[in-house]
């Protein structure tokens, strides 16, 4: 069972950026597509975007694209979430979540997930 530890959250002022990176163990990285989501007080979790394994553009929901880009380094079994433009909308904690899905699957078919990181991103 694959292992995740986000990290690189923080507090940011509008319009700053971060990026998060999520590090797996215990699993072939390589095999797995990768889910990025948060979760805002008092919301539900929520997509933010995909990167499969089996290559192709990585994925964002149309409100991060543009500002957001996923990509990973499967030598340093390592995905990543960078953030421009941020908004005070974007505070949540961001979670990272892996699949043996040959493509970005619905929320519920991600097999591990991380335990989160801060995101507050000031006005």
Known sequence: QVQLVESGGGLVQTGGSLRLSCAASGGTFSR?????????????????????????????????????????????NTVYLQM???????????????SSS???????AYDAWGQGTQVTVSS
Do not use: H
């Open 32 to 76: 797995y597509t990768m889910g990025w989501f948060r979760q805002a007080p008092g919301k539900e979790r929520e997509f933010v975007g995909c990167i499969m394994w089996t290559g192709g553009t990585p994925y964002v929901t149309n409100s991060e694209k543009g500002r957001f880009t996923i990509s990973r380094d499967n030598a340093k």
């Open 84 to 98: 421009n433009s941020l908004k005070p909308e974007d505070t949540a904690v961001y979670y990272c979540a892996a």
């Open 102 to 108: 040959r493509i970005c699957p619905p929320q519920r």
